[in-house]
């Protein structure tokens, strides 16, 4: 929908490649869904309003005119929706991979996509739509009219690769919306260019913007289903008509003021306008006023239970991968320093392998890719595993150093004691060499901790996933922003703290427990030499 | 030099040990008989030291005959070591203490756990059981009041004697010692030669690799000189020093002459 990569492509892509590549002796389901009487459908709740989006007035709730469409789609074929989350730019893969029954949030039908997947007919139609201020005094009532002039949109969009068409237009580009009505409203910008929906919903309600011209391009949406789910893809298509037909998508976006000519076009529908729009007003008036500081406060507050749950999983998440990298370094390490050389070898090819290669990479492989042989892990398996597989290979290093670090000698006094290799690595190496690994290790969780936001792109919501969640619906980057960045240091503090009280007990031996691990020779008396 | 294989503890025959870098021990011959005290001498690089880590097993010799109580280690040229040739090592190991120059406690234990990992860990025992051997063994080098410091907290003389009582513990049939005071203050040598000499009055088999000229003549039943992987000469303590029949004997002795020893040249 609205960011509509270009030519260039993105990693997704890539691994969706891959996954038709294997995919071809993936068996046809034989029912039209995959749980009987149960519609799973995918869609990103970052996608952003009016497609779907958290309600502002309870956060927990995910509302827009995508989920109505598919409430009714479900009701009309006897099903029970049930909704499930995953990244925009993976909803594609995802169909590939089975996590869903079909996949809406406005998917495009372009040639790329139709080579990965069957569309319904289409649900929707749009177009990008021109805006400026109200008291325009730059001339500008049509999309030609923009050469020369200052031009905003979202990056990588339809819209970008149209003003880029034109020539001569300085465009800017930003990533959140209401960033660039604010810059028009305030003259930094002349223009904003847009998807209609976008553009009503960002500034529709805005008393100093406007909207001008002719409707720029052609937009069209459908339902996205997997290649072999023919069954379904003709039940979905009844559905549509029938709901087109009999008015029920029509009410739908009157509801959330969406209807257009184009629209009108499309469904053969010319009639006036029937219902409210319920929807659109309650949008319009969560957003016209300025919130006051209590107001924000208290809507942040509302935000914690959220934040509580998605805390929740980040953790999970980072402690069983860490558990899964500790006793695999552990495994990893012995092997290289005791293992005969050949297991040796392959110990250190996959130390290089998982520390030569990015983690992004390896979660979309391990999730998406390895369906393809037999291997289906859950989201929070596949997350916890491809992290805790990277991480293995830097606690082995880690590991394998501190082994080095404890001297020879005290390997050979304990085997001269009549201790075996086991025995004397067991009783005299590991004890010393836990010593020097605790403070890298620490550090390595921590910097864990920070990497498990990569699992968002495998369908979990952790704090990074709730954070973009919650801002998207809420125009508001700063003060999520800060409780998010307060909970991931709270989240580490505990492991810090261990760190230092592990590091102070061992330091105890040294010295007689006169010095722990804040003794610092540097600033010692040698400092005035 | 009558030594008689049946009365001898230790029987060493036809020893060679090589390194990368060129041979070390060239045919060691050599009986020792239980409750002497043997010092080996002999200039640094000499093998010595490298002697002494055969008879333990730190090293595995390439060919040649060892043998320690009731435990034999043979080996033919060219054999590869097998699993019967490192159990047997392995239980010659255990049959001898060792004690290094840097002492090598371990400094995540205090001396007393130090003392009892290794009956604990590797004869099984119950820990109340070695606690008290640790603890007689610690009073024998005078550290009974040190038991529950750490490593770290001790001095060189302390931490030697220390790693003395530590392979004590392990009540083995032999000790052997490579360079034990080399590391130590000169004030700090004596109470370590103490603890030897004391041993030696009880009957224990010791075996020294060390520069204390006046120690080793003073305390040794013999005195092995060891050159260029060759025992040399092997002969009682004044015998040697006053009197020794071959030049590089001679030659290395006269070393020590400017330090007092009184060499007949």
Known sequence: ?529 | MVNLPEESLIVVESLFKSFEDGEILKNINLNIKEGDLVSLIGPSGCGKSTFLRCLNCLELLDSGYIRIGKVELNRHPGQKPDEKMIATAHEMRSEVGMVFQSYNLFPHKTVLQNVMLAPVVVKKMNPDKAREIAMTQLEKVGLKEFAGKYPGTLSGGQSQRAAIARALAMNPMVMLYDEPTSALDPQLVGEVLQVMKALDAEGMTQIIVTHEMQFARDASDYIVFIDAGEIVEYDDGDILFTNPKKDRTREFLRHFNGMGMAVNC
């Open chain 1, 1 to 529: 929908m609205k960011k509509i990569k270009k030519i260039i492509l993105s990693v997704p892509l890539i691994i969706l490649a891959l996954v038709l590549c294997l995919a071809a002796a993936a068996p046809s389901s034989a029912a039209a869904t995959m749980r009987e009487g149960v519609l799973r459908w995918g869609g990103d709740s970052e996608g952003g309003f009016p497609y779907m989006f958290p309600n502002p007035a309870n956060s927990d709730e995910l509302i827009g005119f995508e989920v109505d469409i598919v409430n009714e789609i479900a009701d009309y074929l006897g099903l029970e929706p049930e909704y499930v989350n995953n990244a925009w730019d993976n909803l594609i893969p995802g169909l590939s991979r089975g996590l869903y029954d079909i996949a809406i949030n406005g998917l495009e039908v372009t040639p790329e996509h139709e080579e990965a997947v069957n569309f319904s007919i289409p649900y929707y139609k749009t177009f990008l739509q021109l805006a400026v201020r109200r008291d325009d005094d730059k001339g500008i009532s049509e999309i030609d009219d923009c050469h020369g002039k200052e031009v905003g949109t979202l990056k990588e969009s339809y819209a970008e690769m149209i003003l880029e068409e034109l020539g001569d237009v300085n465009i800017h580009t930003y990533i959140v919306e209401a960033n660039t009505y604010e810059d028009l409203q305030n003259g930094r910008l002349d223009a904003a260019l847009f998807d209609s929906p976008i553009a009503i919903y960002s500034a529709g309600f805005n008393p100093s913007i406007k909207f001008v011209g002719r409707p720029v391009g052609e937009i069209t949406y459908a339902i996205a289903l997997p290649k072999e789910n023919r069954e379904l893809l003709s039940d979905i298509n009844r559905a549509i008509v029938s709901l087109r037909d009999s008015g029920k998508l029509r009410e739908i976006y009157d509801r959330w003021n969406l209807w257009s000519p184009m629209m009108a076009e499309l469904f053969n529908d010319y009639s006036p306008r029937a219902i409210e729009m319920t929807r659109y007003d309650e949008w319009a008036e969560a957003h016209r006023p300025q919130l006051s500081m209590t107001g924000r406060l208290k809507r942040y507050a509302g935000f914690l239970p959220a934040f509580g749950r998605a805390a929740v999983v980040t953790i999970l998440v980072s402690v069983t991968a860490m558990a899964i990298a500790i006793l695999l370094g552990l495994v990893l390490a012995i092997t290289r320093v005791f293992a005969p050389r050949w297991l040796a070898a392959a110990a250190t090819g996959f130390v290089e392998f998982m520390r030569g290669t990015p983690v992004l990479i390896q979660l979309f492989f391990i999730f998406y890719g390895l369906p393809n042989i037999g291997i289906m892990l859950s989201p929070f398996w596949a997350g916890a595993v491809g992290l805790g597989l990277n991480y293995a290979a830097y606690e082995a290093e880690i590991y394998r150093s501190g082994l080095f670090a404890i001297p020879r000698t005290q390997w050979e006094a304990a085997l001269a004691l009549g201790m075996t290799r086991w025995q004397a690595m067991r009783e005299v190496m590991l004890p010393q060499a836990i010593k020097v690994v605790i403070p890298p290790i620490t550090n390595d969780f921590i910097s864990l901790l920070k990497d498990s936001s990569l699992v968002s792109i495998i369908t979990m919501t952790d704090l990074t996933k709730a954070y973009g969640q919650l801002a998207a619906a809420y125009y508001d980057y700063f003060g999520p922003g800060i409780m998010v960045a307060l909970i991931y240091l709270l989240i580490g503090l505990p492991f810090v703290k261990f760190s230092r009280f592990a590091e102070n007990r061992l330091a105890e031996q040294d010295a007689g427990g006169k010095r722990g691990s804040d003794y610092n020779f540097y600033r010692s008396s040698t400092r005035w030499l």
